[in-house]
């Protein structure tokens, strides 16, 4: 293999170390070019419902991570609801590829929960590809 330093671009920073829970991310959060012109996303997907109180109203999407922000939450508070008491659906990071037209010609290379793992499985897949890429 060569010696190639792939790049990190940021598209959105980490807020803080105690919110790198996918939760309070969507879309793009980073990406690499390689250099056969395909690129390499790690992307926060899926779908968020949460009801902050028994029997409360269902947040969706950035509305829920509004509510959570309004409430100070971070991480911890999120890791300490049970699946049955609050969680209804949560998104998670995921990293694709995708060609130089921007279609997706792969994806699922990775799944996590937290920014910083989605950071680093970026640089892991990148590298396996630009391997395969130029064997």
């Not at 997907?45 to 922000?69: L, P, S």
Request: with cysteine.
């Amino acid at each position: 293999m060569s010696n190639i330093n792939l790049k990190v671009t940021t598209v959105k920073e980490k807020i803080s170390e105690d919110k790198q829970d996918s939760f309070w991310y969507n879309g793009d959060v980073a990406y690499i070019n390689l250099l056969s012109g395909n690129k390499m996303y790690a992307e926060a997907t899926g779908e968020i419902e949460f009801i902050f109180d028994v029997d409360g109203d269902k947040f969706k999407g950035q509305n829920a991570v509004d509510e959570a922000i309004n409430r100070n939450w971070t991480d911890e508070e999120l890791n300490a609801v049970d699946n049955h008491d609050g969680w209804i659906h949560n998104n998670w990071f995921v990293v694709i590829k995708t060609n130089a037209n921007g279609d997706v010609v792969g994806d699922d290379f990775a799944v996590v929960h937290s920014y910083d793992e989605a950071i680093e499985m970026l640089m892991e897949c990148a590298k396996e590809e630009h391997e395969r890429e130029y064997k």
